[in-house]
């Protein structure tokens, strides 16, 4: 999936991170690598299930074996950084958001609109991700750190556009325009809603 500098036109959240959230985040650096290893490898689980799900869909499995390939060595780097730090994986733990979005995903009708929910949820997934990592690499003092989260964040950029555009391979542009506004209020919301957690990434 290709990317491209994120910027608040592309990513399109209706309601930023508040600002005080990577200051306690800053503090609690190994939980929030622990919890982005899992999100690394929950995203490239979630590529792998639309393969198994889609497995017609030509360009979708085209894209989501790249993704998954990407999402992976992404879930190694963040290895990488707790490994240095002398920080174990650690436990699991539910992402409360990414629980409440796919609550979204609506059941029957056509194959093809429920797997444009599925591709604009990932999107907000990625948009989220990629404005949470600006955050941390604009922020944050372990320079170390600054650059892995700018790579990560123009990465996260890309599969957010990259996931998008292949909705609209399926169903028409204005029907996936249409739908990704709903989501974002609805993923406006959710942020609004969820209780502050400075040790997720979410």
Partial sequence: MSTTQPTKTI????LPTDPRWVNIAEKNIEEI???????EQKAATSGISLIVKYPDKERLVEEMTELVAE????????MEQLKK???GLGRNRPDEYVVELTKHIRKGGKRERQLMDHLLINALIEAR???RFKLLWKNIQDEELQK????LMVSEAGHYVGFVKLAKEYMPAEEVDARLKE????EADIIRNLEP???RMH
Avoid at 33 to 39: F, G, I, K
Wanted: glycine letters at 2%; one cysteine or more; hydrophobic letters at 35%.
């Fill in 11 to 14: 990513l399109r959240l209706e």
């Fill in 33 to 39: 690598l622990v919890d982005h290893a899992y999100c």
């Fill in 71 to 78: 999402e992976w060595s992404h879930f190694e780097r963040v």
């Fill in 85 to 87: 730090r002398g920080y």
């Fill in 129 to 131: 991700s990629c404005e």
């Fill in 148 to 151: 892995f989260y700018y790579e």
């Fill in 183 to 186: 989501l974002l209020a609805i």
């Fill in 197 to 199: 957690r400075p040790d």
